[in-house]
């Protein structure tokens, strides 16, 4: 347990640290992507809608590891075996590893069916002009032919493309492209015979490595010793690589849990934060950064983390860093969850998060974080999340961050996933969830969920909406609430619309006010349970 003056000091630090950046990008961690963008962005004006489309295929073996969505097709890369169709033809397509579908139609991509021996299939990552297929894992052969750990694909067949050659020394796990050229990471040594220790560049169309990028890792503190990169993001504007690792350096400078290249010279940049040196003494020293993504503006990316017990700020928490900045980078806000969080897909208005967690900080939670750092709250230990009351929001395996301040957003889907949600891309049409489980939003979704924005309710001339609390929200028992929510309807003989109150009457202890077009509800729990307030009653 770090000293109170240690903790202290560190806490000052970000706090001041989040107050700062927060006071001079409030507007712009949602402003519009950079107008010489290259990487898709989501164009996002609004959450995705919480109920995902019931006609995606059914897997129902096995973990979904990446998603990468090219036009209206989507590759799926994971340890599943099988895949089965919800319409049309319903018969079981045996295709291990990777498999395409139609998330127009639902429909599998039979005429897509590539095959792997020696291993599977980690990271799958087309160029940002839809032409190139790039996939990266354990295997030896595609379709037979030999593609060591690194393979571009035909988009059609999923044929390997003969003039392309990367032959990594050990599992790739980790890309990032552009047009031209292909960023991999790994726990390998070698590419194609040339000494690269776990980062390379190559050419997108030959497999050549890239002679100017020797950016080699080192010390690497992942779990049993590993070194190798979890996530590679390229910034929209294809200037910068961020490298998510369990390294102590990069090209033989420390860059713990994070650095930042330069895809103009190949050169580390000078960013550096020194959260993880600072905090890898209280867990054990092991470094289980996980995923990150990049802002659709390039002014911050998100770092997540799991799977080494509940210990903020480094370990099952969501790190927001600004993008800009030199050495000892703090960061913009720490979202602890209690559990893993394995995947993160940040659009212009949400911060998406997936893993195995049960609970997110709530809107009104403290800063920098609600909890003892010393203490779990995970499900499982004690009373868990419930026993931090208001300060949290019951969030199953999924959930939306606010991008200002890394607090809960209402947004609540819920995944029975076992493992967790571990693979997430946010496009222009939605967002798209892979993980280990049936069912999310609670549709029978099949390892893959699609949060369809054109699915969304459109607005009725009769409504009531909740404002007040959070969906989720955690509650003590025994002490009233208040519930304040907004109801509009249709009336008067001239057709116009007006606002109206309901009143509720709960079953339990409840006083009920109302104004123009509000109504607010004080309810008595019966037990400590997370609200999720239905209209009318809403104290059931």
């Given at each position: 347990?770090?000293?109170?003056?240690?903790?202290?000091?560190?806490?000052l630090?970000i706090v001041?640290?989040?107050?700062i950046v927060?006071?001079?990008?409030?507007?712009?961690?949602v402003?519009?992507?950079?107008?010489?963008?290259?990487?898709?962005?989501?164009?996002h004006?609004?959450?995705?809608?919480?109920?995902?489309r019931?006609?995606?295929?059914?897997?129902s073996?096995?973990?979904?590891?990446?998603?990468?969505v090219?036009g209206?097709?989507?590759?799926?890369?994971?340890?599943?075996?099988?895949?089965?169709?919800?319409t049309?033809?319903?018969a079981?397509?045996?295709?291990?590893?990777?498999a395409?579908?139609?998330?127009?139609?639902?429909l599998?991509?039979?005429?897509?069916?590539?095959?792997?021996?020696?291993?599977g299939?980690?990271?799958?990552?087309?160029?940002?002009?839809?032409?190139?297929?790039y996939?990266?894992?354990?295997f030896?052969t595609v379709?037979?032919?030999?593609?060591?750990?690194?393979?571009?694909?035909?988009?059609?067949?999923?044929?390997?493309?003969?003039?392309?050659?990367?032959?990594?020394?050990a599992?790739?796990?980790?890309?990032?492209?552009t047009?031209s050229?292909?960023y991999?990471?790994?726990?390998?040594?070698?590419?194609?015979?040339?000494?690269?220790?776990?980062?390379?560049a190559?050419?997108?169309?030959?497999?050549a490595?890239?002679?100017?990028?020797?950016?080699n890792?080192?010390?690497?503190?992942?779990?049993n010793?590993?070194?190798?990169?979890?996530?590679?993001?390229?910034?929209?504007d294809?200037?910068?690589?961020?490298?998510?690792?369990?390294g102590?350096?990069?090209?033989?400078?420390?860059?713990?849990g994070?650095?930042?290249?330069?895809?103009?010279?190949?050169?580390?940049?000078?960013?550096?934060?020194?959260?993880?040196?600072?905090?890898?003494?209280?867990?054990?020293?092991?470094q289980?950064?996980y995923?990150?993504?990049?802002?659709?503006?390039?002014?911050?990316?998100?770092?997540?983390?799991?799977?080494g017990?509940d210990?903020?700020?480094?370990n099952?928490?969501?790190?927001?860093?600004?993008?800009?900045?030199?050495?000892?980078?703090?960061?913009?806000?720490?979202?602890?969850?209690?559990?893993?969080?394995?995947?993160?897909?940040?659009?212009?208005?949400?911060?998406?998060?997936?893993?195995?967690?049960?609970?997110?900080?709530?809107?009104?939670?403290?800063?920098?974080?609600?909890?003892l750092?010393?203490?779990?709250?995970g499900t499982?230990?004690?009373?868990?999340?419930?026993?931090?009351?208001?300060?949290v929001v019951?969030?199953?395996?999924?959930?939306?961050?606010?991008p200002v301040?890394?607090?809960?957003?209402?947004?609540?889907p819920?995944?029975?996933?076992?493992?967790?949600?571990?693979?997430?891309e946010?496009?222009?049409?939605g967002?798209?969830?892979?993980?280990?489980?049936?069912?999310?939003?609670?549709?029978?979704?099949?390892?893959?969920?699609?949060?369809?924005?054109?699915?969304a309710?459109?607005?009725?001339?009769?409504?009531t909406?909740?404002?007040?609390?959070?969906?989720?929200r955690?509650?003590?028992?025994?002490?009233?609430?208040?519930?304040?929510?907004r109801?509009?309807?249709?009336?008067?003989r001239?057709?116009?619309?007006?606002?109206?109150?309901?009143?509720?009457?709960?079953?339990?202890?409840?006083r009920?006010t109302?104004?123009?077009?509000a109504?607010?509800?004080?309810c008595?729990?019966?037990?400590?349970?997370?609200?999720?307030?239905?209209?009318?009653?809403?104290?059931?």
């Amino acid at each position: 347990m770090p000293s109170a003056t240690l903790r202290s000091t560190r806490l000052l630090a970000i706090v001041a640290a989040i107050a700062i950046v927060l006071a001079t990008l409030a507007v712009g961690l949602v402003a519009a992507p950079p107008a010489d963008a290259a990487q898709p962005v989501p164009g996002h004006t609004g959450l995705v809608p919480s109920t995902p489309r019931t006609n995606t295929p059914r897997i129902s073996t096995g973990e979904i590891w990446d998603i990468e969505v090219v036009g209206q097709r989507v590759f799926i890369a994971g340890t599943f075996s099988s895949l089965q169709n919800t319409t049309g033809t319903t018969a079981v397509v045996n295709q291990r590893f990777l498999a395409s579908y139609n998330w127009s139609t639902g429909l599998i991509d039979t005429a897509f069916r590539p095959t792997f021996g020696g291993g599977g299939v980690t990271a799958v990552e087309a160029s940002p002009d839809g032409t190139k297929l790039y996939v990266a894992g354990s295997f030896n052969t595609v379709n037979g032919v030999t593609k060591r750990k690194i393979a571009s694909l035909n988009l059609t067949t999923g044929a390997p493309v003969a003039g392309f050659t990367a032959n990594a020394s050990a599992q790739a796990t980790a890309l990032a492209a552009t047009n031209s050229t292909l960023y991999v990471g790994g726990n390998f040594q070698t590419v194609n015979g040339t000494a690269r220790v776990g980062l390379a560049a190559v050419n997108g169309t030959t497999g050549a490595v890239v002679a100017g990028f020797v950016n080699n890792m080192s010390g690497g503190i992942g779990v049993n010793g590993m070194l190798t990169v979890q996530q590679l993001k390229l910034t929209h504007d294809d200037t910068k690589l961020l490298v998510v690792h369990t390294g102590r350096k990069i090209a033989n400078q420390d860059r713990y849990g994070v650095g930042l290249i330069s895809t103009q010279t190949n050169q580390l940049l000078p960013w550096r934060t020194r959260l993880w040196d600072d905090n890898l003494q209280f867990v054990g020293g092991i470094q289980r950064a996980y995923g990150g993504d990049i802002a659709p503006n390039d002014q911050y990316f998100v770092v997540t983390s799991g799977s080494g017990g509940d210990r903020p700020p480094i370990n099952d928490t969501a790190v927001a860093f600004p993008v800009a900045g030199s050495d000892n980078v703090q960061p913009l806000w720490v979202s602890r969850h209690f559990d893993s969080v394995y995947s993160v897909a940040i659009t212009e208005r949400a911060v998406y998060v997936g893993g195995h967690f049960n609970f997110e900080e709530s809107p009104t939670a403290p800063d920098p974080w609600p909890g003892l750092d010393n203490v779990g709250y995970g499900t499982g230990q004690g009373l868990a999340g419930y026993g931090l009351g208001d300060a949290v929001v019951r969030r199953d395996h999924i959930g939306a961050l606010n991008p200002v301040d890394g607090k809960a957003l209402e947004w609540n889907p819920g995944s029975n996933s076992f493992e967790g949600n571990k693979a997430m891309e946010a496009t222009a049409r939605g967002l798209f969830v892979g993980g280990d489980g049936m069912y999310q939003g609670g549709k029978n979704t099949g390892r893959v969920a699609f949060y369809d924005l054109n699915t969304a309710p459109a607005a009725t001339a009769v409504d009531t909406t909740i404002d007040t609390p959070i969906e989720g929200r955690v509650v003590q028992s025994g002490v009233q609430f208040t519930i304040q929510g907004r109801g509009t309807a249709t009336g008067g003989r001239s057709g116009g619309s007006r606002s109206r109150s309901r009143t509720a009457t709960p079953s339990s202890t409840s006083r009920t006010t109302s104004s123009a077009g509000a109504a607010a509800t004080t309810c008595t729990p019966r037990w400590p349970r997370p609200t999720r307030p239905r209209p009318p009653g809403p104290c059931r």
